[in-house]
């Protein structure tokens, strides 16, 4: 049986960082938009496959 683990802190720019529940990803600030957290896998993925390096997974990929 597989275990799903989360983190409650996740590493980002260097730091430690809490993660808020129901998070899958933070996405860093761009020209456009503030670094959020991002709660909808699909719009993850979608950022993900633009550019990965916008994109920190809460799970391991």
Known sequence: ?????TPVEL???????????????????DAVE?????YDEREAEDIARQDPSAIVWVDAR
């Open 1 to 5: 049986m597989a275990v799903h683990y």
């Open 11 to 29: 590493e980002i720019d260097g730091e430690l960082t809490p993660v808020p529940l129901g998070a899958v990803a933070f996405k860093y600030q």
């Open 34 to 38: 503030a670094a959020c957290w991002l």
